[in-house]
């Protein structure tokens, strides 16, 4: 249960830099207040996590979902570069996550 709860906080990680990237500074209210949201609720999750986790493993793998997440997400709904290197990138990210998840 702790590592679907991570990969959701993970997931909530992506919403909150997105809705951070959209806020433009703060500017936005919606947006602000959905990155506030996303951000209680993506380290609440973690926090519940670490309960039967180990901090470094959790941390990586919270960290490395909310990074190629992100990073996806930008370049399908935010217009950013889409270059070979980027996505093997991204997949050595994945790799990282899916290894510490089986070794763990």
Known sequence: MAWIVLVLAGVLEVAMALSLKLSNGFTHLWWALSFLVTAVLSF?????ALKSLEVGTA???WTGVGAAGTAILGMIAMGDEVSLPRL???ALILAGVIGLRTLA
């Open 44 to 48: 609440g999750l973690l926090s519940y």
């Open 59 to 61: 941390y990586a793998v």
């Open 88 to 90: 093997i990138s991204i």
